[in-house]
C-alpha cells in the first residue's frame, strides 16, 4: 500500500494520471475497457502476480503498454523472469522520486501525459 501511495505521488508530480489495482485480475479487467501506455507491474500481488499478468496481457489484442516491474527481488534471475514474462524495465524497491526520474526519459515513448 505504501508503495503504492509513493508511485501515485511520484507519477503525479510529473503530471502524469495514474489508476491502482489491487491483483492481476483487475489489471485484465482494467485492460479490456481502458488502453494504459505504461503499467508498473508489482511482482508480487495476489490472484494472479505480476510475472502471470503480464504474460496473459501480452496475449491480448490490445494496444501493448510499456510494463515496468516494481519488486524487492533484485536477483539477476528475478529480473531475467521479468524479462521473460514481457516486462520492459524493472525498478527495485523501494522506489523513490529520484530512481523514477532517471528512469522516465526511458519510458516517455509511450506515455502520454494527462
Not at 503530471?15 to 489491487?22: K, T
Not at 507491474?41 to 489484442?61: C, F, N
Request: hydrophobic letters at 45%.
Amino acid at each position: 500500500m505504501l508503495n503504492q501511495k509513493l508511485i501515485v505521488r511520484i507519477m503525479e508530480h510529473f503530471g502524469y494520471q495514474i489508476d491502482i489495482v489491487e491483483n492481476g485480475r483487475e489489471v485484465l479487467h482494467k485492460l479490456n475497457s481502458q488502453a494504459y501506455d505504461l503499467i508498473f507491474m508489482d511482482v508480487q500481488m495476489p490472484e494472479l502476480d505480476g510475472i502471470e499478468t503480464t504474460q496473459a496481457l501480452r496475449q491480448m489484442p490490445i494496444n501493448q503498454p510499456y510494463v515496468v516491474a516494481m519488486t524487492a527481488a533484485a536477483a539477476p534471475e528475478d529480473q531475467e523472469a521479468c524479462f521473460a514474462a514481457g516486462m520492459k524495465d524493472y525498478v527495485v524497491k523501494p522506489i523513490s522520486l529520484t530512481k523514477i526520474r532517471a528512469l522516465i526519459p526511458k519510458w516517455s515513448e509511450g506515455v502520454r501525459k494527462s
